[in-house]
């Protein structure tokens, strides 16, 4: 399983629970991934998606395409994606078909036909866990459907114990630009416990590799709180990171949401408290990781990241989605957004399959965005990176966030999350640790569950 901050994957179906400043880590979703919530899509709306891919397909919006590859050599204790850790290389051949099909059915709609993509991404699940000749075989049929010629970013997910030298030359030779790895953490008895497939020294000989390969953009991904991690063992972990000279490191805070085996365990035994540090213990330590990146060089460019050339290094898929590109999306589980339309594939494999053999578009749900759910959607997601100009949403939605969240923005100035003006918002350190707590008083108020505003 590999935890990624763009990721369509990283949107979870159940609804997310916010900690207080001083709690200790309990079961629910904390990361926030899009907006309107999921439980507000519906079965309903699904034709929504096909009578939009019957439209002439826009000039001025990119596309962008995804496709989840579900499958993992053992599934992580933390994870909550739709994975597969037992089909055979008949059964995945069968998947990527499948996938292939329903790409094909998109392709030929008025809406996407002809389109070329301004980025791609391999999500899952272990895209890495496909052989060459699997990955090779996906890749050129779905060039075929949708160009990548003239893509900004082919990013790519992948487990360091599945890679070698061949299987990082055939991502390289597919196209991949930005090769992210789950490392998550440096020491063997975290990894083993949190349920992780590989181990220390798989890291540092995938990264040499992929290195001397010449990929665009390599990135890693730290966990902030796992099971039995200390301070000692946090430090440690990122002056790992920084010897390495990733060109980005992508820094998450654990959670424990409800359809993971720390949750299951957690249930058995009669427990509330997740045995992962508490929330203020896992702000201090990426605190402590932002400052020592800094002092190496690199610059804090969200709530999660850390870049070593931001002149250079772009999340090109994450800008995209969050300022409302179309993402063709396909397999199991997977997010889509076509049109100003949200749509969700059949969560589970078999479903998801008879849906593609029988012709139809295997979606299971959607949601119709108005123009106010757009502009709080980007506005919600984009503060993420730590500071807003209010006059880019005048010029794009005719709506000034400083009078429509007006009591929302005084409050994260009040409490010390932010310094605000007239012209614009920026996070403090403390406001970007805990940014996704404080998200949820933006929402609109049919979609707001913790209102602090009434």
């Known amino acids: 399983m590999q935890t990624t901050l763009d990721s369509p994957q990283a949107a979870a179906a159940t609804e997310v629970q916010v900690p207080k400043k001083t709690e200790k880590t309990e079961a629910g979703n904390y990361f926030v991934s899009n907006y309107p919530p999921f439980s507000f899509w519906q079965k309903e709306q699904v034709p929504v998606v096909e009578e939009v891919l019957r439209r002439p397909a826009p000039t001025d919006v990119p596309l962008g395409v995804y496709f989840h590859i579900p499958f993992c050599r053992k599934r992580c204790h933390f994870c909550y994606f739709k994975v597969y850790t037992d089909k055979n290389a008949s059964e995945i051949k069968a998947y990527i078909d499948a996938g292939m099909r329903e790409m094909e059915h998109f392709a030929r709609q008025p809406y996407i036909a002809g389109r070329k993509a301004h980025f791609v991404y391999f999500g899952g699940g272990t895209p890495s866990y496909l052989s060459v000749p699997q990955l090779k075989d996906l890749t050129n049929r779905m060039k075929d459907l949708v160009s990548w010629e003239g893509a900004a970013e082919v990013a790519f997910e992948a487990e360091p114990g599945t890679l070698n030298e061949v299987k990082l030359t055939g991502i390289r030779e597919v196209g991949v630009t930005r090769l992210s790895l789950g490392v998550e953490n440096f020491d063997d008895h975290i990894l083993e416990t949190n349920g992780r497939a590989h181990r220390s020294g798989e890291i540092e000989k995938a990264y040499r590799f992929a290195r001397g390969l010449g990929f665009e953009h390599i990135n890693i991904d730290l966990i902030a709180g796992m099971m039995n991690e200390t301070a000692e063992n946090w430090k440690v972990c990122v002056r790992k990171a920084i010897e390495l000279e990733p060109d980005a490191v992508t820094i998450y805070q654990m959670e424990v949401p409800y359809n993971t085996t720390i949750y299951q365990q957690m249930k058995a035994e009669g427990k509330v408290t997740a045995p992962v540090a508490d929330w203020q213990t896992k702000r201090d330590w990426v605190s402590y990781a932002f400052d020592e990146f800094q002092k190496a060089g690199y610059t804090v460019t969200s709530a999660y990241t850390v870049v070593k050339d931001p002149t250079r290094i772009k999340f090109v898929y994450r800008d995209a989605l969050w300022e409302g590109a179309d993402l063709l999306s396909?397999?199991?589980?997977?997010?889509?957004?076509?049109?100003?339309?949200?749509?969700?594939?059949?969560?589970?494999?078999?479903?998801?399959?008879?849906?593609?053999?029988?012709?139809?578009?295997?979606?299971?749900?959607?949601?119709?965005?108005?123009?106010?759910?757009?502009?709080?959607?980007?506005?919600?997601?984009?503060?993420?990176?730590?500071?807003?100009?209010?006059?880019?949403?005048?010029?794009?939605?005719?709506?000034?966030?400083?009078?429509?969240?007006?009591?929302?923005?005084?409050?994260?100035?009040?409490?010390?999350?932010?310094?605000?003006?007239?012209?614009?918002?920026?996070?403090?350190?403390?406001?970007?640790?805990?940014?996704?707590?404080?998200?949820?008083?933006?929402?609109?108020?049919?979609?707001?569950?913790?209102?602090?505003?009434t």
């Open 330 to 453: 396909c397999g199991v589980a997977s997010f889509g957004h076509l049109g100003g339309v949200h749509y969700q594939n059949q969560a589970d494999v078999g479903p998801y399959m008879l849906a593609v053999d029988a012709g139809q578009f295997p979606m299971f749900r959607a949601y119709q965005t108005t123009a106010e759910d757009r502009f709080v959607r980007e506005f919600i997601l984009k503060i993420k990176l730590g500071h807003s100009e209010f006059d880019y949403y005048i010029r794009k939605f005719g709506q000034n966030p400083r009078e429509f969240f007006a009591p929302q923005l005084e409050y994260l100035a009040k409490e010390g999350f932010a310094t605000l003006t007239d012209t614009g918002v920026t996070l403090t350190r403390d406001g970007l640790l805990q940014v996704d707590r404080l998200l949820h008083d933006f929402f609109l108020p049919q979609h707001r569950q913790y209102a602090r505003y």
